[in-house]
């Protein structure tokens, strides 16, 4: 391993370190509230230090949305190159997001973002590139999926919908955090293969 890229890594795993302290305060005081001396702190680092890797709290919300979509892009790709069908593999992997979503610490952060969202620009600027790529991402796996003549416009409108139902389930993470969530999958199944298999809407 040379120098640059122990060097490289060292600083990979710095960021990293910052990331997760600053999604801690996040979860405790919402972005809004955490200042960068209390991410400083939470991440055993001084003030200065946090900003040698990230310029403002944007960049690291930036980091924290960059992290979730490589996640996301690592999913589709799973799904796509994987053994099953592409809806199978969709509906096995129901259980797995359900229990992902429901879990109050990745709800509550990714409702923080959200919020930050809604009263700061740069964070909506931020997340709205990470969903069209998402939103990119899922319409490339929906072509292996859907009917035949189901065209753009009613590809894009379930592919919102499948996002409604995933995306709600963090809300519902918050607010009802004992749902049985193993029945919840079996549902969340039917629904998705409903929705990803009927027939196209006639206009």
Avoid: W
Avoid at 119 to 131: H, Q
Avoid at 137 to 152: A, I
């Amino acid at each position: 391993m040379t120098e640059s890229t122990v060097k490289r890594s060292d600083a990979e795993s710095r960021r990293q370190q910052i990331v997760d302290a600053a999604s801690a305060c996040a979860r405790r005081s919402g972005f809004h509230g955490a200042s960068m001396a209390e991410i400083a702190q939470a991440a055993g680092l001084s003030v200065g230090q946090i900003y040698r890797y990230f310029d403002n709290k944007e960049a690291i919300i930036a980091a924290i949305v960059a992290r979730d979509t490589g996640e996301m892009r690592d999913k589709f790709l799973e799904l796509q190159g994987g053994p099953q069908p592409v809806l199978d593999a969709i509906l096995t992997k129901c259980a797995t997001a359900v229990s992902d979503l429901y879990d109050p610490n990745r709800a509550a952060l990714m409702l923080e973002v959200v919020a930050e969202a809604a009263r700061n620009p740069t964070v909506a600027a931020i997340l709205r590139d990470a969903d069209a790529e998402e939103r990119q991402m899922q319409q490339d796996l929906l072509k292996h999926v859907l009917p035949v003549g189901c065209d753009e416009r009613e590809s894009q409108a379930r592919g919102e919908v499948l996002s409604m139902l995933f995306e709600g389930m963090s809300v519902r993470g918050v607010n009802n955090p004992d749902s049985d969530r193993e029945a919840i999958a079996r549902v969340l199944q039917s629904v998705i293969r409903h929705l990803l298999s009927a027939p196209c809407v006639e206009r």
